[in-house]
């Protein structure tokens, strides 16, 4: 799934997954905010860029910049480079939109489906985290 360095240790590799799916929670909290400028965009049509839509385009780009510090060595296709790819997606879209404003509804089903790639990316990165972190044993009675 991922490849990684041979000196990287399982601890560290744990810290970056959980750094990913931290990175996969704030794109997933963006997504109302995200609907809401395209919302905005579609019927306002002005021609002026939405200042909303710069702000949060801005957020996803943000997030998308540290999902590659957690992930340096993540090839194409990994899960680690998915998430990645998904939050990048959505930055574009966002710039895009914000940019030039559209009709609101192509651009909202294109939002929806990269969240729903990004929700299922999220999933099966928190099912992997769980496979990798030991299982508490019973409390010390």
């Not at 996969?24 to 809401?36: N, P, R, S, T, V």
């Not at 998308?64 to 060595?73: E, G, H, Q, T």
């Amino acid at each position: 799934m991922t490849s990684r360095q041979p000196a990287d240790r399982p601890e560290r590799v744990l810290a970056d997954l959980l750094g990913l799916l931290a990175v996969a929670d704030q794109a997933l909290l963006l997504e109302g905010c995200a609907e809401a400028v395209l919302q905005d965009s579609g019927e306002q049509g002005t021609g002026e860029p939405a200042p909303d839509g710069v702000r949060i385009a801005g957020e996803y780009r943000r997030l998308w910049r540290w999902s590659l510090d957690f992930a340096p060595y993540a090839g194409e296709g990994s899960l680690e480079r998915q998430v990645s790819d998904v939050v990048l997606g959505h930055h574009r879209l966002l710039r895009a939109t914000a940019r030039v404003p559209v009709p609101c509804h192509p651009a909202i089903g294109e939002l929806r489906r990269k969240t729903a790639a990004l929700r299922s990316v999220r999933d099966e990165l928190d099912l992997w985290i769980n496979t990798l972190t030991p299982a508490a044993g019973p409390p010390p009675g």
